[in-house]
């Protein structure tokens, strides 16, 4: 079965630590990436990758960071310097090319929540 | 600066009618659009799209309008069911852009 895998579906941390979100894709795709949602707002970037070993921050980049050493995998850290990290954080990613008309796919998402 | 805008939160709308859903952009290099139709605690899936070649394009009971010199586009979901119910966002891109920009979403509620 294709499809994108976020585990896990629940993470709790204490304030002060760092904590890294799996996100693992099997549909052969180049581009990954990671949005948080929070009650009320549309979902915001917080980086993505269109190619592996690279990756460009969103809209929201401070206080996360990523890694891309493999096609299928997509982590996100979010550190203890991200000041609001509870959050619904979903993974996405997209076949083809930047210049193509391609829907962005979903993995389930992990709600984490910062005690 | 939200560049795609959904200024309804919620909507509610009886079994067996229409339901229409908005939204508006700001971005006039926006060429690809898309909505999205998202329940609680799970990621989006994707329900259809169209490129601004077109002004309308149709899936079963979705279609999905365009006007591009009001930069807006609607969802129509005809006839409305109750597994209809759920948030629904719009998003936008350009042709050589590597960002999908999201609206805020609104909730459709379709009652029994």
């Known amino acids: 079965d294709g499809g994108i895998t976020q585990s896990p579906k629940y993470l709790f941390r204490k304030e002060g630590q760092n904590v890294t979100l799996s996100c693992e894709q099997n549909l052969n795709h180049d581009a990954m990436y990671w949005y948080r949602q929070d009650p009320g707002q549309g979902l915001r970037l917080i980086y993505y990758?269109?190619?592996?070993?690279?990756?460009q921050k969103g809209d929201i980049a401070e206080g996360y960071s990523v890694s891309r050493e493999k096609k299928e995998s997509f982590p996100l850290t979010v550190t203890s310097a991200q000041k609001n990290p509870t959050a619904f954080y979903l993974c996405a990613s997209r076949s083809g090319s930047v210049s193509s008309y391609n829907e962005q796919f979903f993995g389930p998402g992990t709600r984490l929540t910062v005690l | 600066d939200q560049q795609v805008k959904q200024n309804s939160p919620s909507l509610s709308v009886q079994e067996g009618r229409i339901s229409i859903l908005n939204c508006d952009y700001t971005?006039?290099?926006?060429?690809?659009f898309l909505w999205y139709k998202k329940y609680p605690a799970e990621g989006p899936t994707f329900l259809i799209s169209?490129?601004?070649?077109?002004d309308k394009n149709e899936d079963g009971r979705f279609t999905v309008f365009l006007n591009k010199s009001a930069k807006h586009l609607s969802l129509h979901i005809v006839p409305s069911q109750p597994g209809d119910s759920a948030v629904y966002f719009c998003?936008?891109?350009?042709?050589?852009?590597?960002?999908?920009?999201f609206g805020t979403g609104t909730s459709l509620t379709v009652i029994p």
């Open positions: 990758s269109q190619i592996v070993n690279d990756f």
């Open positions: 971005n006039s290099m926006f060429d690809y």
């Open positions: 998003a936008a891109s350009s042709f050589n852009g590597n960002q999908f920009y």
């Open positions: 169209i490129s601004s070649i077109k």
